[in-house]
């Protein structure tokens, strides 16, 4: 027969203990929906779209793991002054999510290489219908004013390359002062004795 450790009831003690503590903490629990939690500015509520900046590159179509990102496009002539032929660019008829796909990874928006997705932290879009989960152009446009400003920049940071670029070019000196000057040795004696050329 094993022999039981500890004191009779010291489990009873203990777990009593724990309950204690806990009836005194200060709780935690949100009372959604009566009161909005207090969400992150960058969590991942919903994707929003800026139409304007999307040049249909098809890479975040592309990237999407669960290939919830429909798009669709047509191309247009667009008469340049001087040129002589007219360019085309592609004009964007369909931008779809299928927020009953998505699994909020945040590739799309981080490989958008136009700035065209935001992530916007807005998630009270629940739907009675699966197919509502379907956000078309408009609609993803509309969640843009819900996107948050982006945070200040880190006072202790590394500047923007863009920025540091600027500030340097503006520090530099004009293009033959900044010239380095080329220092070269002074010609030693030639090895025969005479006058160095
Ligand atoms: S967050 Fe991920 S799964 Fe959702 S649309 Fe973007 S790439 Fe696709
Ligand atoms: S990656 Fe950006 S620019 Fe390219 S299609 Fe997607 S949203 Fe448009």
Known sequence: ???????????????????LK???????????PDVAPELPPRSRGVIALLA????????????????????DSHKEEVAVPGAARPRQRNVLDKFDID???CMYCGICVEVCPFDALYWS???EYAEYDIKDLLHD???LGEWM???????????????AK??????RKAAAPSSSAARPTVVRPEPGPAPDGGTPA
Request: charged share 20%.
């Open 137 to 139: 152009k408009d609609h």
């Open 162 to 167: 863009e920025e540091a670029t600027a500030a």
């Open 1 to 19: 027969m094993s022999e039981r450790s500890g004191i009779p009831g010291e489990g009873l003690v203990k777990g009593l203990a724990v309950t």
């Open 52 to 71: 304007e900046n999307c040049t249909v590159c098809m890479l975040c179509a592309r990237e999407c793991p669960d290939w919830c990102i429909y798009i």
């Open 99 to 101: 927020f009953s796909l």
């Open 145 to 159: 004013a819900t996107v948050p400003p982006p945070p200040a920049h880190d006072r202790n940071g590394e500047p």
């Open 22 to 32: 806990t009836m005194t903490r200060r709780s935690t629990t949100q009372q959604y």
């Open 121 to 123: 932290p807005e998630f």
